[in-house]
C-alpha cells in the first residue's frame, strides 16, 4: 500500500495511508534512509503498524553533511520558510547556508523575519536588505501575537520551516495548527516521542492541499555533500559571472582574472557573500583532507 511519511523519528515514521488512516511504521531492515514527506510503499504487520518496503522516487530532498554525519530533513518540498530573529541574534552564516542548500536542492526558499514587536528588530531588517536585493523574499512577522499574515505564502503547497533555535519557529507552528496538536498524544506512547522532541521532523496539514513540515532547531548546516561548482551556482548572485573567469575550473578563491572576485570588488557582489563562499569552500576542502572517510560517515 502507497503511504506518505508524516514524521520521521529516527528509527520509527508516523505515515499516512491515501485514505487518512495513521500508522507507526519501521524501516525494513537496518536502512534509515526514509524522510518525512516521502512516499512510501508499505506492509501491514498488525493493526496501526506497518513496515516501510520502498521509497518511491523523490521530487527533491533537503538534507546537511558535515564530516561526521549526515541528516535528511524533509523530502518533496515545494518551499522552505528560514526563520531568523533579531533577538536571540540570528547567524548570517546559518542563513546563508541555508540558502544555498535549498538552491541546490530546487526548493525554493523565503526568510521570514520574526518578533518585529522587538525594538531590534529594524535593525535586523536593515541586515537582510542585501538578501532581498538578490530576490530573497523577506516577510516580518510576529509569530507570538498573528501568523494570519504567512498563511497566503503556504497556501496549496507543502513547506518546510527550518532555523537556528530561538528563533520562534516553535510558536510560529503551534499558532498555525494549533488544532492538530493533541493528536501527538495518540502516537507518544507507540513511539516513546517523549524524548525526541528536539530531534524529529513533523508534518501537519493545514488544510486538503497545504502542510507544514516543523524541523528540529539546528545551529549548523553542514554542505559536505555540494562539490565547489555547486556551491557556487546555488549562490544567484555568482550566477552571471560563473564561466566567465580567465581559468574554466576557476574556484573563486584567489586565482587570477576571476570574474566572481572582480565583482565582489566592483560592488555587483556583497562582499560579505563573497567572503561567506570562500570561507566555506576554504573549510570544506580543510574538512575534506582531515577526514578521506567522510563520504561514508552517517550512513
Given at each position: 500500500m502507497r503511504a506518505l511519511v508524516t514524521g520521521d523519528f529516527g528509527r520509527e515514521y508516523l505515515a499516512e495511508l491515501e485514505d487518512g488512516k495513521?500508522?507507526?511504521?519501521?524501516?525494513?531492515?537496518?536502512?534509515?534512509?526514509?524522510?518525512?514527506?516521502?512516499?512510501?510503499?508499505?506492509?501491514?504487520?498488525?493493526?496501526?503498524?506497518?513496515?516501510?518496503?520502498?521509497?518511491?522516487?523523490?521530487?527533491?530532498?533537503?538534507?546537511?553533511?558535515?564530516?561526521?554525519?549526515?541528516?535528511?530533513?524533509?523530502?518533496?518540498?515545494?518551499?522552505?520558510?528560514?526563520?531568523?530573529?533579531?533577538?536571540?541574534?540570528?547567524?548570517?552564516?546559518?542563513?546563508?547556508?541555508?540558502?544555498?542548500?535549498?538552491?541546490?536542492?530546487?526548493?525554493?526558499?523565503?526568510?521570514?523575519?520574526?518578533?518585529?514587536?522587538?525594538?531590534?528588530?529594524?535593525?535586523?531588517?536593515?541586515?537582510?536588505?542585501?538578501?532581498?536585493?538578490?530576490g530573497y523574499p523577506v516577510m516580518p512577522m510576529s509569530a507570538k501575537f498573528d501568523v494570519e499574515p504567512l498563511r497566503p505564502y503556504l497556501d496549496g503547497k507543502t513547506t518546510l520551516l527550518v532555523g537556528q533555535s530561538g528563533m520562534g519557529k516553535s510558536r510560529t507552528v503551534n499558532n498555525l495548527v494549533m488544532r492538530d496538536v493533541a493528536k501527538e498524544a495518540e502516537f507518544s506512547e507507540a513511539l516513546d516521542s517523549g524524548k525526541h522532541t528536539t530531534t524529529y521532523t513533523r508534518m501537519y496539514r493545514l488544510d486538503d492541499t497545504t502542510a507544514i513540515m516543523d524541523s528540529p532547531g539546528l545551529q549548523s548546516f553542514g554542505l559536505m555533500h555540494l562539490p565547489d561548482d555547486d556551491i557556487a551556482y546555488a549562490m544567484p548572485d555568482f550566477r552571471p559571472f560563473i564561466g566567465t573567469c580567465k581559468f574554466n575550473d576557476c574556484a573563486h578563491i584567489d586565482e587570477p582574472g576571476c570574474n566572481v572576485i572582480k565583482a565582489g570588488e566592483q560592488g555587483k557582489i556583497d562582499a560579505t557573500r563573497l567572503t561567506f563562499y570562500q570561507v566555506l569552500v576554504e573549510q570544506q576542502r580543510e574538512l575534506r583532507v582531515a577526514h578521506p572517510d567522510w563520504k561514508t560517515y552517517g550512513r
Open positions: 495513521p500508522l507507526v511504521c519501521t524501516r525494513k531492515g537496518k536502512k534509515q534512509d526514509v524522510a518525512c514527506g516521502d512516499f512510501v510503499e508499505v506492509s501491514m504487520s498488525s493493526p496501526g503498524h506497518a513496515r516501510i518496503d520502498e521509497i518511491h522516487p523523490r521530487r527533491n530532498v533537503l538534507f546537511r553533511k558535515d564530516a561526521w554525519r549526515e541528516k535528511t530533513l524533509a523530502a518533496n518540498i515545494d518551499q522552505a520558510v528560514i526563520i531568523v530573529a533579531p533577538r536571540p541574534s540570528f547567524s548570517e552564516m546559518f542563513l546563508n547556508l541555508c540558502l544555498v542548500a535549498c538552491e541546490a536542492a530546487g526548493i525554493k526558499p523565503f526568510i521570514m523575519l520574526n518578533k518585529k514587536d522587538l525594538p531590534e528588530f529594524e535593525e535586523a531588517r536593515k541586515s537582510l536588505a542585501n538578501f532581498e536585493k538578490i
